[in-house]
């Protein structure tokens, strides 16, 4: 598997205008699973209406898309629009009219569109949970989850660690994570792994990383995926099949020239401290199995979301900015019914929408606040 990160979303020229009837598009909004596979996860083709799975699944939109020429696809779930051809989310204006469309039609016609909280706030959700019975959580996780450990997160302003990497003269913040930048500079990102390092005793688990433990000592938790390398929701006693680390571990690392793995990264621990460069015994760069920009995820990551979200009954999202792609998609990978509450000092999400009348709640605030009325509320005990 070779997905890489991508940025969203951009202007699109790949689709002119549909030839076939605005009931023929409704109808194809109502299919539900692949025309080549039984596979759910799935995107109408704009040009001829095919119905083809997800990269995720069989990849038979792209193979559609490829074989005849058809770049645009659509997501009914997602309401997106992708561009092969881009290799992005896109927008164009050509696409109004058929989201129209397919909005008006959601509407009047899905479940999701109907309120699913009594009140959308915090004692709302608590009540969900209490009255549905809620047993199968997903917390879907970010940088904004470890800033009260003392950790700080990537984007907030000021604060935020692509905000404070001017002395290395970096083309671009995220170049010091950019595997098309690493090797020809890799001095910043040893500069900055001395401090982001874990397991030297200096970070300790928040608020909310106890209450993601409490939620599993409910027996409510079912995964956690985590953009996070500081590894606190394992100190914080979250086992640890339950966690993915969807960009990669410190524990671990390998050379980059002779591939020789490396299992146990604080081997180079004094190296580490210095903040000096680490190198293999053949010369070549040892990186630590986290995820740059320009590679791939884990494939662990896309071994568990294939089935982990099928009977998922609510869906936290914390402390994550969602910008950051493959894992900002998995908001879709629940049902369309399916409650998703974003714990967050901001609202995120381009496909959620806070209208406080589906599926999707805001609790604005920080989170370790937020965990604590949400205990409170619920009656549990949050130490
Ligand atoms: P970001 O820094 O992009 O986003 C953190 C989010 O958490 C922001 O929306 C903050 O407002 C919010 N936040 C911060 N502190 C908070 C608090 N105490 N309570 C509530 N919200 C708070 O971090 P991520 O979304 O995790 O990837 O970033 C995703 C990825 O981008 C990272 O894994 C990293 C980065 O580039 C790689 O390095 C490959």
Redesign the pocket.
Known sequence: MSLQ?SVIPKECCHFISATYSPKSFLISLRKHTCNSCNEKEIWICLHCLHIGCSRYCNGHAQKHSLKRGHPVVFNVQSMNFWCYECNSYVINNSLNVLFQLALEDHTSNFKFYQPLFETYDVKGVAKYIQKNHVKNIIAL?????S??AGIP????PGT???FNLQKYNLPYP?AV?DMNYFPSNPAPFYEVMKDMFPGQGKYFP?K?HRFLKLLNDKGILKMVYT???DGLESVAGIPNDKVIC??GTFRTSHCLSCHKKYPDTSVFIESIKKGEIIRCSCGGLVKPD????NESLPDEFFESIKNKFDDCDMLLI???????YP?ANLVDHVSINCPRVC????K?GKMMCYDNLGRDVALL??????ASDLAKYLEWELS
């Open positions: 990160f996780v970010g940088a904004g989850m800033t009260t997160d990537f984007r907030s935020g660690l692509y995220e994570f928040t909310c953009q996070n390398i969807s960009h986290i995820v740059f920009f914390i402390g994550t900015a969602l910008v950051v894992f714990i967050n000092r901001e995120v605030g920080g989170c370790d606040d937020i």
